[in-house]
Structures are given as structure tokens and as C-alpha cells.
């Protein structure tokens, strides 16, 4: 559970440093995704699953 919560707290840090020094790079990328089709942002989001699980695997292997 720990490790859950380091890896939570690592992806807060991340995305908030990426919000904080490029917000309007950032304000775009959402309109981009709010604009775009939601089977597009689907598959988006099921590649970064598949890439964390990989990630996370590696890791722990």
C-alpha cells in the first residue's frame, strides 16, 4: 500500500511541475483532449495504463 501511495505521490509531483512551468502548453493539451473524440482519449488513456503496469513491472521484476 505504501508503494501505491509513493507511486501516486511521484505522478502528483510530476504533473503538477508540468502545470506549474508550461501552463499554457498545458491549458492547451486539455482543450486538445476535451476537443478530441472520446475514443481517442480512451485509447490514450488505456497506452498510459499499459505503460505504467510495464513500468511498474520491470521494476519489480
Known amino acids: 500500500m505504501s508503494d501505491l501511495l509513493v507511486g501516486l505521490g511521484i505522478a502528483l509531483a510530476l504533473e503538477g511541475t508540468f502545470y506549474a512551468l508550461l501552463p499554457?502548453?498545458?491549458?492547451?493539451?486539455?482543450?486538445?483532449?476535451?476537443?478530441?473524440p472520446e475514443?481517442?482519449?480512451?485509447?490514450?488513456?488505456?497506452?498510459?495504463?499499459?505503460?505504467?503496469?510495464?513500468?511498474?513491472?520491470?521494476v519489480r521484476r
Open 24 to 36: 499554457g502548453a498545458a491549458r492547451a493539451a486539455v482543450k486538445r483532449a476535451l476537443d478530441g
Open 39 to 58: 475514443g481517442r482519449i480512451r485509447i490514450f488513456g488505456l497506452v498510459a495504463v499499459a505503460i505504467g503496469v510495464a513500468i511498474v513491472w520491470l
